[in-house]
């Protein structure tokens, strides 16, 4: 007798558990997302080497999709370095100057 007595209890637990999450999830559903619109904007990009970029996309920028059109920037740190190479930035001297 006990033991059924449990299992209903326990099947009410639960269920009452699932309908409290199910309501928070359903109410999250129905809040509506923020929507901005974007400007269309138009700007003509040149690559590293100064040359027209091969690879353009229909607005007339490069398309970064392709290598040369990707831009690197070499940074060198004056202060100490970590084992693979990179700037400690524990120090000063590593750090960026705002």
């Given at each position: 007798?006990?033991?059924?007595?449990?299992?209903?209890?326990?099947?009410?637990?639960?269920?009452?558990?699932?309908?409290?999450?199910?309501?928070?999830?359903?109410?999250?559903?129905?809040t509506k997302?923020?929507?901005?619109?974007?400007?269309?904007?138009?700007?003509?990009?040149?690559?590293?080497?100064?040359?027209?970029?091969k690879h353009?996309?229909?607005?007339?920028?490069?398309?970064?999709?392709?290598?040369?059109?990707?831009?690197?920037?070499?940074?060198?740190?004056?202060?100490?370095?970590?084992?693979?190479?990179?700037?400690?930035?524990?120090?000063?001297?590593?750090?960026?100057?705002?």
């Amino acid at each position: 007798m006990f033991q059924n007595q449990k299992i209903i209890n326990m099947k009410k637990i639960i269920l009452a558990i699932l309908f409290f999450v199910a309501s928070f999830s359903f109410a999250n559903a129905q809040t509506k997302a923020k929507t901005t619109k974007k400007k269309a904007t138009t700007t003509t990009s040149t690559s590293v080497t100064g040359t027209t970029p091969k690879h353009v996309k229909a607005d007339g920028t490069a398309d970064k999709r392709y290598k040369e059109n990707k831009t690197t920037t070499t940074t060198t740190t004056t202060g100490p370095k970590k084992k693979d190479g990179t700037a400690d930035m524990r120090y000063k001297a590593n750090k960026k100057k705002k």
